[in-house]
């Protein structure tokens, strides 16, 4: 059984930087795609960064460039998010996806509907 597990939310000061990690298990590593996705309360959940892990091409959506770092480890079978100068906007539920075994790879790796796993989420709160 596939399964996704996100950590490394927390609380943090604006500015600051934490690093998310996904632990992909029930499968081992292959050339899926994975993708972080956030959704504040009120709002609509929102694509943030996306790792084609068969060639480590990487996605960004435009407001996370330069802050945000996606990238993988796959002897741990795991994906991380890298984020750094931190704003209160970012306060976020943080969740990852893999499109593995999916089948709408033909769509972007910024739309929700291409990932077929996802993780329970886990929270980023960014104070001012």
């Known amino acids: 059984q596939v399964q996704l597990v996100e950590s490394g939310g927390g609380s943090v000061q604006a500015g600051g930087s934490l690093r998310l990690s996904c632990a992909a298990s029930g499968y081992t590593y292959s050339r899926d795609s994975m993708g972080w996705f956030r959704q504040a309360p009120g709002k609509e959940r929102e694509w943030v960064a996306s790792?084609?892990?068969?060639?480590?091409?990487?996605y960004y959506a435009d407001s996370m460039k330069g802050r945000f770092t996606i990238s993988q480890d796959n002897a741990q079978n795991t994906v991380y998010l890298q984020m750094n100068s931190l704003k209160p906007e970012d306060t976020a539920m943080y969740y990852c996806?893999?499109?593995?075994?999916?089948?709408?790879?033909?769509?972007?790796?910024?739309?929700?509907?291409?990932?077929?796993?996802w993780g329970q989420g886990t929270q980023v709160t960014v104070s001012s």
């Open positions: 790792i084609d892990r068969g060639v480590g091409d990487t």
């Open positions: 996806a893999t499109d593995f075994r999916g089948g709408r790879r033909y769509l972007g790796v910024a739309n929700e509907e291409r990932y077929n796993y």
